[in-house]
């Protein structure tokens, strides 16, 4: 039977997640995976877990297990609103900080809409901007300390409206940097120059582990920004639940439409949740993991710098869970991938997270989720595998120069 | 701010649901609810959870806490995969069953398409199709058996394709109707002969209190139906869990959404209720939920019975959570409801569950929620409205008619 008929006009626009089409086809367990962005197992509260189950099922009960509001559960959203100096009126509960994106997307895009974002862009991001075929533009505010010089790329035509700007400020899911304050300003300036939205997707904000936090962008514009928060790196993700802080105006519609989706957020984790951030436990346990992460990225640091070879840079991110490597121009990691898992490491490839699908000399790679002991033999076999296709492209240049050459001479 | 220009052309079509905005505006517990569609907290196995919880967490440790594959974790898939005779291939697990409705309109629906749903239907379908901007139209063969030939509706102009045909065969929310095998064949053979899908929305199909169990359309069809199933009323809805049984290239599609959506549904909610229904404790627990519904609905039917005035009838469902009334022509649930909230009980208009808002002399009573004290108070009290508002509408129809006479004297 053939099905393709049945389709909305968006399916030829969803974007399969390459991550996720690796954990679908590896045993990732088998390899020395750098892949994923999963937060490590370590600094999930697994002995908290039934102690706070049985405070939530001994105040709550049978209310714990039923239907909520579809803002998600009072207690959740005060503890939130408490932590971050807001209104409770202005937090919503998403069932992940992915639907947060996913409703963001629904709310406000038309197929033909541009959303501007940094490039390289967060995958799930990229995916949900698509699947609405809105058009996802390079701003061009964060490469401004390179160019000494931000501006807002001028591609954009009259006929498709800047709808909102998506930014991950801190720690960026894939590049690992940080926007300054300056970079922080300039996003706003264009947003209001534009008189567009920002979402500002904030997974890792509480994972730093050098440096000084910077302002956030919701309180540079809080009345144009809609800020996503996760409990995914901060309790587990397990629960699937994060939140959204913005204008009571949108949080409105996104409310509604919340209903569509899927009526309420997870009861019973909300609950759980609410007593682990209201608690104080969630911050005893974000402590422990900062001191983990630190550890981690400090090690891949070292490492990197141990054994990849020259021409070879990479991010020293200030917190979050991912590096960004960056190979000699001639350098395919696309091609190089399939080499990587045969011999047993596992990455993602940089030019996923391009719109355009270039940079392919880059790649992410994540410190937060591999054992430690992996990480050595990891990065030790990733470097042999640079080093070697550096030497073939090398070799292939030279046979290059050497062809170019000859015909010069022959044609001399 | 004017926030109305960042919105999507969707938006408009946003519909909030009167159910849900009773909830948010009247502290349901102060008064007699027949609105909601919450199953009685006694069904929930609370006692159960503890125990639930340190298995899940005893067996799986960290990994109950960690992302999970956007199919669902292969566990939970088995088990519904068992229960109904499918291949696991052909489950989806989804969180909650709405988003299952939502999902497949979002991968089969744009705007101007048109479902076919029977009428009275389910809101929060009719959100979610509405939202997409589909049209949603009646299907006739549900009102066969009264009409004594089963057709499709003809208004379907040729450019508005019919996406697929969305029905609840079992223990209808809001009818409470069931569908007979020759109404499930008509269903089938429409959408055989439109060539079009079938969404069977099963959320109630194991609540059944009296008569037999009839063929699932899926069984029927299995070649274009998406059954969708949930926990919400099997295990419980705080868990926010539901499935997609359905042919794999349907389901393949729906897997590359819901990566957008979500990443993947609750993991440690999942491992619950798989160990729940795997175990055997679902049909245990089942049993008596059974046994509790079927006597509240013995009790509402009979309470309806006792104190409903003569020209009120009501459907007498074999399962599901509730009732549907249906009042003299000359009366509207729809003016009476503030005067219900006021004098202390609440039901749902049935017009709202109108694509076109009408049948305004109907409502939807739900028997499952409502403590079984407060149920003769409640239903006595809506008898006593309805008898007043019957006599009011006879005072203005007899005033009326008095007023006709004395044209008629005049005129003579």
């Known amino acids: ?10 399916v030829p626009s969803f974007l399969r997640s390459p991550v996720r089409e690796i954990f679908r086809k590896v045993d990732l367990s088998a390899i020395c995976s750098f892949a ?80 501007l974002a940094e490039n390289p862009v967060y995958l799930g991001a990229l995916q949900s901007f698509r699947a ?30 800047v709808k909102f700007i998506y930014v991950i400020p801190d720690f960026n899911n894939p590049s690992g940097k940080t926007m300054t304050l300056q970079e922080r300003q300039e996003i706003v300036r264009i947003a209001r120059e534009l ?53 009571e105006e949108l949080l409105e519609q996104i409310y509604i439409c919340k209903q569509c989706l899927d009526l309420c957020p997870p009861v019973f984790d909300q609950y759980l949740a609410a007593e682990f ?3 104080g436990m969630l911050d005893a346990n974000l402590q422990k993991s900062i001191a983990e992460y630190r550890r981690r990225r400090d090690l891949m640091v070292s490492l990197l710098e141990k054994y990849m070879p020259a021409g070879v840079s990479w991010t020293d991110p200030e917190g979050g869970l991912f590096l960004w490597l960056t190979l000699p121009p001639a350098l395919d990691t696309v091609a190089l991938y399939d080499k990587a898992l045969s011999a047993g490491v596992a990455y993602v490839a ?23 002991a992996k990480m050595e033999p990891g990065i030790k076999l990733l470097a042999a595998l640079v080093r070697e296709a550096a030497a073939a492209a090398d070799a292939t240049a030279d046979a290059t120069a050497d062809a170019a050459a000859a015909a010069a001479e022959g044609g001399r």
Chains 1, 2 share one sequence.
């Open 350 to 372: 940089g030019s996923f997270f391009y719109t355009d699908g270039s940079h392919r000399n880059t790649m992410r790679l994540n410190f937060s989720f591999v054992d430690e």
């Open 1 to 10: 039977m053939d099905y393709s008929k049945y389709f909305s006009a968006d």
């Open 195 to 247: 008189d567009c939205l920002i979402v500002e997707d904030s997974p890792y904000r509480e994972l730093r582990y050098s440096g000084e936090p910077v302002t956030t962008i919701r309180e540079l514009a809080p009345e144009r920004t809609l800020q996503l928060g996760s409990f995914s790196k901060i309790f587990a993700p397990g629960f699937r639940l994060g939140w959204i802080i913005g204008p």
């Open 36 to 115: 994923g962005g999963y937060p490590a197992a370590v600094t999930f509260p697994l002995a908290d877990i039934p102690g706070l189950a049985e405070k939530v099922l001994g105040r709550y009960g049978t209310k714990a297990l039923q239907y909520g509001a579809t803002q998600g559960v009072p207690e959740l959203r005060e503890v939130i609103a408490k932590r971050y100096g807001v209104p409770v009126s202005q937090v919503q509960i998403t069932t992940s900080s992915q639907q947060g994106i996913d409703v963001c997307s629904r709310v406000f895009l038309d197929p033909g809409d541009v959303v």
């Open 132 to 161: 609405y075929r809105a058009r996802v533009q390079e701003i061009s505010a964060v490469s401004a300390r390179h160019s000494e010089h931000a501006s807002c790329h001028s591609e954009r035509s009259e006929e498709s409206p």
């Open 277 to 279: 951030m209201g608690s």
